[in-house]
């Protein structure tokens, strides 16, 4: 079975670090560009400005090797499994990232809003509503 | 950089076949078990009847060279770049399934509704409340 994944592009953002970004897009994210390689411009068409996308990232900063973590970091929280969580920290670091498209040039999409460092490799960019695409 | 995926189960479910299957699991999904590897079970700590989780499979039936589709498989809609469709036919065939957890037995936790194809592995699994985890 074929399980190697490809990198469609990369994110650039004002996030240099993990310590910088909000634990959520939807918490303080900014907005980033996303930077797709040549070779999947043709899988980019359809979207345009104002398009609502759910974006896929690796997050390559991630732990793999958690299996528990305080939710949210947050040491008073009693340690839980990392499935029950939103954490970068588990097996497969897969970001999931609900964003708005505000512009499109050329091969680079700009986004809003999102928590992504600079750097992020990008797996997937699918349609927001599912029923209607 | 570690970008090898980790199959963390698999879907036990009674669509054998992607011609069976609705697109969506909104549109049809059925009750389904996921079977998860031992090695993870440590992850599903949290994880109760009612939680509602977001699941990322990998779309081991699918055909990972489009870049265009006709949307949802018909022939009268001009073809569209596959990230602004949900085909799974894409460079990275991850499936993305809100589901709710019906029932939990060790390492076995029954979904619904998804219309993912028995024997599809699992990636991920998310709380799908993000702020609040």
Redesign the interface.
């Known amino acids: 079975?074929?399980?190697?994944?490809?990198?469609?592009g990369y994110a650039r953002s004002d996030f240099k670090n993990r310590s910088e970004t909000p634990?959520?897009g939807?918490?303080g994210g900014i907005e980033a560009v996303l930077e797709i390689d040549e070779a999947?411009l043709?899988?980019?068409?359809?979207?345009k400005e104002g398009?609502e996308?759910?974006l896929?990232t690796?997050m390559?900063a991630a732990d793999?090797s958690y299996?528990?973590v305080h939710?949210?970091g947050d040491e008073t929280r009693p340690?839980?499994?990392?499935?029950?969580?939103?954490s970068p920290d588990?097996?497969?670091p897969?970001g999931?990232h609900p964003v708005t498209i505000t512009g499109i040039d050329g091969n680079k999409i700009r986004v809003h809003p999102l928590e992504a460092i600079d750097g992020t490799?990008l797996?997937?960019?699918?349609?927001a509503y599912?029923?209607k695409?």
């Open positions: 079975m074929d399980t190697e994944l490809k990198i469609i634990k959520q939807c918490e999947y043709e899988a980019m068409d359809g979207l398009s996308i759910i896929l690796w390559h793999r299996l528990k939710p949210r340690k839980r499994g990392v499935f029950s969580t939103r588990r097996p497969n897969v999931l490799p797996i997937d960019i699918k349609n599912s029923p695409a």
